[in-house]
């Protein structure tokens, strides 16, 4: 019984290990792996998810993306950004609507906000003064 109950344990332990599920940031705890701030605005993280399913977090898209682009060592599985309306909610970028303008503030600079749907982002385009982008513009926009 005892070994079945750490067999239990040891299969768990991998399953979990290998999850390609978003983590939540844990806001003013977690710290960016790119720029190293720690993540305070719940606006703008960003999280990547490697093949093997560990998760990188990010106080920006742009930090994001830069970190993916210079570390080629790494195969990655997943990309979340954070819902610009919903604090600290992760929406997977592929899925996610962007708008990217100088209205818009994020932590590094990066400018992009990112959206559930493309009539919070249309709603925002306007207020910011923003143009509209999909993931693949984001992430091609840094070389």
Known sequence: MKTLFIYMIVITTLISCNSKESVPIKLNVDTCEFCKMTISNGKFGAELITKKGRNYKFDDVACM??????????????????????????????????????????????????????NEQMEFKKKLEAKTMTWSEVYDAYK
């Open 65 to 118: 993306i830069q970190f993916a682009k210079s570390n080629t060592v790494v195969p990655y599985d997943a990309f979340y950004v954070n819902d610009y309306l919903k604090d600290n909610t992760l929406i997977p970028a592929e899925t996610a609507h962007f708008i990217n303008g100088e209205k818009i503030s994020s932590p590094m600079r990066g400018n992009f906000a990112a959206f559930s749907s493309v």
